[in-house]
Each structure stands twice: as structure tokens, then as C-alpha cells.
């Protein structure tokens, strides 16, 4: 029979290989489901419902849940949590901006900290795109992060984007072929500016708050200038990503 989970956690790795030692590719956070693809005695090998990623999660932290749950769960409208909380149930439990806040979920905390959920919960942001993604100002940057304890790159403009109702795909090179081409002359707040390396590779990945500043995840969350060479820090003195290409994703 197939076996699905969700994360009950603030947040989990989601490993390339199933051992503590290998590469932290992704996280889960709280409310992600998934489906179980293999299990081993201490690993299980999983893939997210939304975005489909794979890897592995220590059997310790994955909590089973059984298909109709997880059809019930992913029916439900949507409802993330649009602030960052410390919730006290037993023991205190932080949970990062970005978290799934379903029926599951609300069930699993108390009464006080059901109705602090609620409070901080919406299935699409009112606010502009930069003032989500200022939310996330300071957070440092972390390889396979999506938190606000730790995110990278494209993990933080997926979750700053999944917050606005839209679903990007995981990684900087898969989000690059979504949307429009636009200039930096003609771009506006919430377009996403994409960077390569050396090689000519998609990298990097940032949010445009205006045709001339840029918030991303690089050594933190921080706000640089832009122009048609790239990313400039004024903190380093110098540009520290070529421009690629600019692509507008909301309508």
C-alpha cells in the first residue's frame, strides 16, 4: 500500500543520500506532505507534493499519514502562514513564515496555538511582493533552505511567490524558463532577476523590488543594487553576480 507523510516540524532536511553526512538538497517545513517512494530502516525516500522534489529524510522525523488524509489535505484551500511564530505547547516550537497551516496541522497544537495560527494565516498575500519578501530580510543563506531559519536562493523566491498564490519549481535553472522576458528598463517589483556563473550557468535567482534594487539570498537575505552588469554590493565594493536575464511572472 502506498505511504504518504507530512512534516510535523518546524522543518526538515531533505538529504541527497539517506545519511546525516550527505548534502542537505531541500527541506520540508510545516505542513509539506509527501509521497513515501522507499523506505530503509533509517532513512526514507521522499517527494514533495509541491514541487516535486526527491531525497531522502531520517525515519525519526517523517510522520505517516495514510493516502486519504493526504487527498483530504491537498483539497483543502490552501493556507500559509504569513509571519514568522513561537508557538508553547508542550515545549516552545518556532515556525517559519512559508508553513502549510492545514486541518492536520491545527489538530496536532492546542487550542491557544490553533487561534494564533489562525490569526496569521492567508491562502493569497494582500501585500505587495516586496513587502513578503522583506519579511525574510537577515535570514542567512543556507544550501537546500527554505525556511526562515535558513533558506537559499531559489528556495527563497519560490516560498516569497508560493506566499502570493503562485508555484515556482525548485531550483534557479528550472524557474528561469517560467514567465515573460522583460527588460531591466522595463521591470517592475516581484520580477525575478536570474545570474550565471563562469561557466554560463543559471546560478542565482533574486526578486526586483524596482529596476534598481534586488533583494536575495546571498551569505543572507539583503537588499543590493542592480544594473545591466548585475548585482552590485555596495558592502563588497564590487559586483558579485552578472546579469542574465529578467523574466516577469506575475500577471
Not at 509571519?83 to 492545514?102: A, C, F, K
Not at 537575505?221 to 548585482?231: H, P
Request: hydrophobic share 35%.
Amino acid at each position: 500500500m502506498q505511504e504518504f507523510g507530512i512534516c510535523q516540524l518546524s522543518v526538515i532536511p531533505v538529504r541527497r543520500e539517506g545519511a546525516h553526512s550527505a548534502e542537505q538538497i531541500h527541506q520540508l517545513i510545516l505542513g509539506d506532505t509527501y509521497q513515501v517512494l522507499e523506505k530503509e530502516e533509517e532513512w526514507v525516500k521522499i517527494k514533495g507534493d509541491f514541487e516535486g522534489y526527491e531525497g531522502w529524510v531520517a525515519i525519526g522525523q517523517h510522520y505517516a499519514i495514510t493516502a486519504v488524509v493526504r487527498d483530504e489535505l491537498l483539497r483543502e484551500q490552501p493556507s500559509f502562514l504569513n509571519e514568522t511564530l513561537l508557538l508553547h505547547n508542550d515545549s516552545p516550537m518556532p515556525v517559519s513564515i512559508g508553513s502549510t497551516i492545514n486541518s492536520h496541522i491545527l489538530g496536532i497544537f492546542g487550542e491557544k496555538n490553533q487561534e494564533q495560527l489562525k490569526a496569521h494565516v492567508h491562502s493569497i498575500s494582500e501585500e505587495s511582493i516586496g513587502q513578503t519578501a522583506r519579511k525574510y530580510l537577515g535570514t542567512p543563506y543556507l544550501w537546500g533552505g527554505k525556511s526562515y531559519f535558513g533558506i537559499d536562493c531559489s528556495g527563497f523566491s519560490q516560498q516569497t511567490y508560493k506566499l502570493h498564490g503562485y508555484s515556482l519549481p525548485r531550483d534557479a535553472y528550472q524557474q528561469v524558463e517560467i514567465g515573460t522576458e522583460v527588460s531591466l528598463e522595463n521591470a517592475k517589483e516581484g520580477d525575478l532577476a536570474f545570474f550565471v556563473n563562469p561557466k554560463g550557468r543559471i546560478d542565482h535567482v533574486g526578486i526586483l523590488l524596482s529596476n534598481t534594487e534586488i533583494i536575495h539570498a546571498s551569505h543572507r537575505v539583503r537588499i543590493d543594487k542592480i544594473d545591466e552588469k548585475g548585482i552590485y554590493s555596495e558592502e563588497l565594493k564590487r559586483y558579485t553576480h552578472p546579469l542574465h536575464i529578467i523574466k516577469r511572472v506575475l500577471k
